[in-house]
């Protein structure tokens, strides 16, 4: 397409045409680095499928929602807080359509039907109504679940994105 243009405009055309390619590079790049840390975050909390619950639990002998998150999100190096109504105020929000794997899903699973009390993390999100989260059950342990589950879906509060 270049070839064509009129003398003189070439250079100008060329300039433009390497600035888009570097920035479709870079998009591409970020959009690599997204995928490479949140495969090492689900994969870590994978790790711990199985592990008992325990209340305050941060090791494989037991752990809750928020310490699973806490340990999976250490494989790419961040700090989590410790509670999942602290670890509610990271990141940017997400609605529900536009959820994707390694978002954070918050539950209010207590007598409050407001007070986020249970997180969890995207592990898969196979069609509009099959979203996998991983999440310490007080019941089951480290089990991944489907998001519109009845149980879950009805408890359901919000999502937020903290791998940019």
């Known amino acids: 397409m270049l070839i064509f243009c009129r003398k003189g405009k070439q250079p100008f ?6 600035a888009l390619l570097i920035f479709a590079s870079c998009a591409s790049h970020k959009a690599r680095v997204r995928q490479d840390k949140v495969e090492k975050v689900i994969g870590a909390a994978r790790s711990y499928i199985g592990t008992p619950y325990k209340y305050g639990g941060t090791t494989r002998s037991g752990m809750d929602c928020s310490g699973l998150l806490i340990n999976a999100f250490r494989a790419i190096d961040v700090e ?6 602290a670890q509610s105020k990271l990141g940017k929000a997400v609605k529900l359509e536009e959820i994707k ?13 407001r007070k986020v009390t249970h ?3 995207v592990t898969e ?10 999440h310490a059950s007080t019941t ?3 089990v991944e679940t489907n998001i519109y589950s009845d149980y879950y879906i009805q408890r359901f509060r919000f999502a937020r994105r903290v791998i940019d």
């Open 101 to 113: 794997p390694g978002d954070l899903v918050f539950f209010a699973t207590g007598k409050s039907r």
């Open 13 to 18: 055309q060329m300039l433009l045409f390497g």
């Open 140 to 142: 089951l342990g480290v």
């Open 119 to 121: 997180v969890g993390l």
């Open 80 to 85: 989590l807080p410790r509670t999942s109504a």
């Open 125 to 134: 999100k196979r069609s509009r109504d099959n979203i996998k989260f991983i």
